[in-house]
C-alpha cells in the first residue's frame, strides 16, 4: 500500500531511524555517530536524541546516548499483538515429546516471569503451571536468562535491595549472589537452577532471540532432580534448547 507523503510524519520516521541506529555492536553512541549512521544531519539527529532522553528512552552523559529498557516497551507492545506463543508452541510440543520432560516459554514483567506457552510432560512441581502463571524472576532459571539480557543496574533494580525471599534451603537470597549468577548466564548464554524455586526442580533456561539479537523470551525444561550433577544434566538437554533459540531465531525476523 502506497501513502501519500502528505500523510507521513517526517520526525516520526527520523525518531525511528535513530533509534535503528543502536545494536549490540554499537550500543553507545555520540551525536555526530548517530547522524553518520541515520543519515540524518547533525542537528535533526541531536533534536531526535535529546527528545528520546527526556522522555526516558535513552541515556546521555554528556557526550554518548544508550539506548534504556524503557525501549522494550515498544517491543513489548509489538509481540502483544503477533502470536508469539502459537509460534512457539509446537517447537515445545516437538522439544517436550524428544525429550520426555516439560518445557515451558516466559516474558520478563517487572520482578517477575510470566508464563505464555507450556508443553506439559509430567508434574514437576506442587503447583500447576499453565499461561498466565507467574514466578519470582530471581530464582528461576527463565527469570535469570531474561535478567541477563537487561542492563545491569536495571537488573539490579528489579531484585531490589533483599534480602529475596528463601523458597528453598537452596534459593540465593542475597541479591549479589543473585547478580554474580546474572553475569554467568549473561557471559554462558544458558542459566541452570537446581533445587531453588521448589525441592526436586531443576531446570535449564535459554534466551529466544530475534534475529537481531533482542531477547524477547525465554524457554525452558523442567527436571526431576534425580541425584546426578547439575553439569551432566546440562550437557544432555542444553543442545536441544538451543536448538529451539536457532529456530525461533529464524522465525523472530
Not at 66 to 77: D, E, H, I, K, S
Not at 202 to 210: E, K
Amino acid at each position: 500500500m502506497t501513502i501519500p507523503e502528505r500523510d507521513l510524519m517526517g520526525g516520526l520516521a527520523k525518531g525511528l531511524s535513530v533509534i535503528e541506529t543502536f545494536s549490540p555492536d554499537h550500543p553507545r553512541q555520540s551525536i555526530s555517530e548517530v547522524a553518520a549512521a541515520s543519515g540524518l544531519d547533525r542537528a535533526t539527529a541531536r533534536r531526535c536524541l535529546l527528545t528520546l532522553a527526556h522522555l526516558g528512552y535513552a541515556d546521555y552523559d554528556g557526550k554518548y546516548f544508550t539506548l534504556t529498557p524503557r525501549v522494550l516497551r515498544l517491543g513489548t507492545a509489538c509481540l502483544a499483538t503477533m502470536p508469539l506463543p502459537q509460534l512457539v508452541q509446537p517447537l515445545l510440543d516437538q522439544l517436550s515429546e524428544t525429550i520426555g520432560e516439560s518445557s515451558s516459554v516466559s516474558i520478563l514483567d517487572g520482578d517477575e516471569i510470566v508464563y505464555v506457552a507450556r508443553a506439559a510432560q509430567r508434574k514437576v512441581m506442587s503447583i500447576a503451571l499453565m499461561p498466565g502463571s507467574r514466578l519470582p524472576a530471581y530464582c528461576t532459571s527463565m527469570g535469570r536468562v531474561l535478567l541477563a539480557a537487561l542492563p545491569e543496574a536495571e537488573a539490579r533494580e528489579r531484585l531490589g535491595a533483599g534480602p529475596l525471599p528463601r523458597r528453598t534451603p537452596h534459593t540465593l537470597t542475597d541479591p549479589e549472589a543473585v547478580l554474580a549468577e546474572i553475569a554467568r548466564v549473561r557471559a554462558n548464554g544458558y542459566a541452570a537452577i537446581d533445587q531453588e524455586v521448589e525441592m526436586g526442580l531443576r531446570s535449564i533456561a535459554v534466551p529466544l532471540m530475534t534475529a537481531r539479537r533482542v531477547t524477547v523470551a525465554a524457554v525452558n525444561l523442567g527436571l526431576p532432580a534425580r541425584g546426578e550433577p547439575i553439569e551432566a544434566i546440562i550437557e544432555r538437554y542444553l543442545p536441544a534448547l538451543q536448538e529451539v533459540g536457532r529456530k525461533m531465531r529464524e522465525i523472530l525476523r
